[in-house]
C-alpha cells in the first residue's frame, strides 16, 4: 500500500467513524424523546446532543479542522457570539404565559 | 523610494498576494452565506421557541418516530456519500465521484419524497398554517415555515447536485468545486439536527 493510499484508507475510517457517531447521537435523541422527564430537561439534553453532532459534522465534515487557525476562530466566535445574542428574547415568551414576571 | 512608499507598496503586494484566510474565494463565499443561512435558521427556530414556550395548549400530533427517523437516516448518509464523492474527485477518479454525487442527489430526493408525504399525511388530519385539531394553530405556521424552508434547502441542493455532477464529469468543474457544494450539503444535514429535536421530538404524543 502506498502512502496516498494509506492515506485515503486512514480519511475514509475516519468519516465512517465520524457518520457512526452521528448516528449514535441522532439515535440517542429519539431514546431521550421517549424519557419520562420534564420538557425543559428534555430540551435541554436533546440541544446538547444535537450542539455535539453540528460540532461534528462542522470540524470533520465540513473540514474547519483542517482550514487556517485564524478562519476557524473567525467562523466559531462569530457564529457563537450572535447565536448567543438571540437569546435575548426567551423572558418575554415565558412573560406571555405568567405575566409580567418582574413587575412584581 | 520613501517610506510612505514602501509602505504603500507592501501594504498593496499584501493585500494581493491571496484571498483571506489563505482559503479559496468560492469557499470563503460558501462559509460566508453558511453563516449567514445559520442566523436564519436560528431565528426561525427561536421564534419557533419563543411561541412554543409562550402558547399553552401546544399540540404534540407526532404518533410515530418511524418517518423522521428514516428521513435522518437518509440524510446523515447522503453527507457519508457527499464526503466520498469528494474523495474520489480529489484522486481524479471523475466516474466515481459523479456516481457518489448522483447517489447523494438520489438520497436527498428521497428524503423530500418523505418530507413531503409527512406534510400531506397532517394537512390530511386537518393541519393548516393557522389552524389545527390539536391546540394553537401557530404549530402549522411555525412548522411548516421551518420544515419548508429546510426542504427548500434540500430542493435546492439537489439541483445543484446534479447540475454540478453532470458539469464535473464534462471537465468544467473542479473537485474544490464539489467541495464548495459539499460545504452547503453538510450544512443542510448540520441543520436537520436542531429541526428533529425542537420541531418533532419534543412534539412526540406519548
Known amino acids: 500500500m502506498t502512502i496516498e493510499q494509506a492515506q485515503k484508507s486512514d480519511g475514509i475510517g475516519k468519516d465512517i467513524v465520524v457518520y457512526v457517531c452521528l448516528l449514535a447521537l441522532a439515535g440517542l435523541q429519539f431514546v431521550i424523546a421517549y424519557q419520562h422527564i420534564d420538557v425543559s430537561q428534555m430540551f435541554a439534553r436533546m440541544l446538547a446532543v444535537a450542539i455535539v453532532e453540528a460540532g461534528l459534522a462542522v470540524m470533520f465534515f465540513m473540514h474547519l479542522w483542517t482550514e487556517k487557525r485564524g478562519f476557524v476562530v473567525f467562523v466559531l466566535v462569530f457564529t457563537i457570539f450572535v447565536l448567543l445574542a438571540m437569546q435575548y428574547g426567551w423572558p418575554d415568551s415565558t412573560r406571555m404565559v405568567t405575566g409580567a414576571p418582574f413587575s412584581r | ?206
Not at chain 2, 421564534?47 to 418516530?65: C, E, L, Q, T
Open chain 2, 1 to 206: 523610494m520613501s517610506q510612505a512608499d514602501l509602505t504603500m507598496e507592501g501594504h498593496s503586494t499584501g493585500l494581493t498576494v491571496g484571498p483571506a484566510f489563505s482559503i479559496p474565494t468560492k469557499k470563503l463565499a460558501m462559509w460566508l452565506f453558511i453563516i449567514a443561512d445559520t442566523m436564519t435558521f436560528a431565528a426561525c427556530l427561536l421564534a419557533y421557541g419563543f411561541v412554543r414556550n409562550g402558547a399553552p395548549n401546544w399540540p404534540r400530533p407526532f404518533h410515530s418516530i418511524t418517518n423522521v427517523a428514516l428521513m435522518t437516516f437518509i440524510l446523515l448518509t447522503s453527507s457519508l456519500t457527499m464526503l466520498f464523492g469528494l474523495r474520489s474527485a480529489r484522486a481524479g477518479d471523475k466516474a466515481g465521484a459523479f456516481r457518489w454525487i448522483m447517489i447523494t442527489a438520489a438520497l436527498g430526493i428521497a428524503f423530500a419524497l418523505l418530507h413531503i408525504r409527512e406534510w400531506l399525511g397532517l394537512i390530511d388530519e386537518g393541519m393548516t398554517l393557522f389552524k389545527n385539531p390539536w391546540g394553537t394553530g401557530l404549530f402549522g405556521a411555525s412548522f411548516f415555515s421551518i420544515t419548508g424552508l429546510h426542504l427548500t434547502h434540500v430542493t435546492c441542493g439537489v439541483i445543484a447536485l446534479i447540475a454540478v455532477g453532470v458539469r464535473y464529469k464534462g471537465g468544467r468543474y473542479k473537485p474544490d468545486d464539489i467541495e464548495v457544494l459539499g460545504l452547503y450539503w453538510h450544512f443542510v444535514d448540520l441543520v436537520w439536527m436542531f429541526v428533529v429535536p425542537l420541531v418533532y421530538l419534543l412534539n412526540l404524543s406519548h
